[in-house]
Nanobody, 125 residues
Framework: QVQLVESGGGLVQPGGSLRLSCAAS????????MGWFRQAPGKEREFVARISRSGGRIVYADSVKGRFRISRDNAKNTVTLQMNSLKPEDTGVYFCAADEVLSGTGLSPSEYDYWGQGTQVTVSS
């Protein structure tokens, strides 16, 4: 089992940047593919980005491609989401998640086995 704790959320103006971090503890971090999801009020949780166990394969949602960057440091048991050129529609609670089974595309929340508690990101002027 792995425990995940997100940090780095906050209030930022449109066009600004935030850096989210997810710290993992428990079983070997490099055993998991990691993903970031977000959920706006009244909406379903949606895929943002995913990084493979080694970091060699990365997938982004079309809505964040070119603006967000996911990375991981297996020595430090962390995964990071650098968010630039933020828009009001990026507002929501951001969750990091760990995929242990690695059997699907990694785009659906149901494929992830462990979740953090989430961190709020608000983009507003």
């Amino acid at each position: 089992q792995v425990q995940l704790v997100e940090s780095g959320g906050g209030l930022v103006q449109p066009g600004g940047s935030l850096r989210l971090s997810c710290a993992a503890s428990g079983r070997t971090f490099s055993s998991y593919a990691m993903g970031w999801f977000r959920q706006a009020p009244g909406k379903e949780r949606e895929f943002v980005a995913r990084i493979s166990r080694s970091g060699g394969r990365i997938v982004y949602a079309d809505s964040v491609k070119g603006r967000f960057r996911i990375s991981r440091d297996n020595a430090k048991n962390t995964v990071t989401l650098q968010m630039n050129s933020l828009k009001p529609e990026d507002t929501g609670v951001y969750f990091c998640a760990a995929d242990e089974v690695l059997s699907g595309t990694g785009l659906s929340p149901s494929e992830y086995d462990y979740w953090g508690q989430g961190t709020q990101v608000t983009v507003s002027s």
